[in-house]
């Protein structure tokens, strides 16, 4: 798939509310077990692989359109 196609398809991804609320709504269940002052170690340790992984999907979704404006000068 060329990087437009690409791209285009992280944009459209990227800009869907259901998307974004989901991904807001995971960092904040996360982030909530942070501050719960009865949750375990191994929750809180769960709760950051969580939002480590939440934060790969986003960046991988950016590396995909700065691959477009890479393509784009190239061009």
Do not use: C, W
């Amino acid at each position: 798939m060329n990087p437009k196609d690409q791209a285009h398809q992280m944009r459209r991804i990227a800009n869907d509310d259901t998307f974004k609320d989901m991904m807001r709504d995971i960092k904040e269940l996360q982030t909530a077990v942070f501050l719960d002052s009865s949750a375990t170690m191994e929750q809180i340790e769960q709760a950051h692989h969580v939002i480590k992984g939440v934060g790969k999907i986003e960046a991988y979704i950016q590396s995909i359109l700065d691959e477009e404006a890479i393509y784009d000068k190239k061009q």
